[in-house]
């Protein structure tokens, strides 16, 4: 089955720098890559995803890069700010209606004053 | 539209004792799955519903049931809970599992 791995696991920047945060996904059938966010006491919301046919995804500050050959996606943050401060995951799923979605390990991200 | 609702947020359980997670959606999706967050673990998938009727197993299904009678609901039954059972359970819904998911605000079990 597809296993998810993420890092790093826990992430420190001053705020207005880049954060970035890599996954690696084992199962070659997984075609669907999406980045969720999650602020304390809270579930995971959906920030954004990409899926195989694109490399790379923009919406505003943030982007996700997947590179499908050594099958690993990015998260890229930049201008980093105080609100971004949160855990962040990464998934991975075949596209096929049956197929279930892996989540990675997490990221805790804070952003530095 | 409510979303994703889970019941209860916080429970105290005794080893041995069993209780029934509630979750349920009301955006008409078909894929549903449950999730248990356990410090530097991420969110690990524990059972999953493509639909009333069908359940699979996720990567930890151990010491879980589940079924889906309706699509509305997906209730996670612990049968006799364990201490290694403490966590913050999530469930969520979506179109299909390559989609968005929703996750409900979560469930806080200690197993004592």
């Known amino acids: 089955g597809e296993n998810v791995e993420q890092h790093p696991s826990t992430l420190s920047v001053q705020e207005g720098d880049s954060a970035v945060i890599k996954c690696t996904y084992s199962?070659?059938?997984?075609?669907?890559f999406p980045w969720y966010k999650q602020e304390l006491g809270k579930g995971p919301q959906l920030i954004i995803d990409?899926?195989?046919?694109?490399g790379e995804k923009k919406d505003q500050r943030i982007a996700v890069t997947l590179n499908k050959t050594a099958k690993h996606f990015s998260l890229h943050i930049t201008e980093t700010q105080p609100e971004d401060s949160a855990v962040y995951f990464c998934?991975?799923?075949?596209?096929?209606?049956?197929?279930?979605?892996?989540f990675g390990s997490g990221t805790r991200l804070s952003i530095r004053p | 539209n409510a979303g994703v609702t889970q019941t209860p947020k916080f429970q105290v359980l005794k080893t041995g004792q069993s209780m029934t997670l509630q979750c349920a959606q009301d955006?008409?999706?078909?894929?549903m799955s449950w999730y248990r967050q356990d410090p530097g673990m991420g969110l690990r998938l524990i059972h999953y519903?493509?639909?009333?009727?069908?359940?699979d197993q996720g990567e930890v299904p151990n010491g879980y049931n589940v079924s889906r009678s309706t699509t509305e609901d997906f209730p996670l039954r612990l049968l006799s809970a364990a201490p290694s059972q403490t966590s913050v359970y999530f469930c969520?819904?979506?179109?299909?599992?390559?989609?968005?998911?929703?996750f409900g605000p979560g469930t806080r079990l200690l197993v004592l």
């Open positions: 969520a819904s979506s179109w299909t599992g390559a989609q968005t998911q929703y």
């Open positions: 199962d070659s059938a997984s075609n669907y």
């Open positions: 990409i899926r195989s046919n694109v």
């Open positions: 998934a991975a799923s075949p596209t096929s209606s049956a197929s279930k979605i892996i």
């Open positions: 955006m008409n999706h078909e894929y």
């Open positions: 519903s493509v639909g009333a009727g069908i359940t």
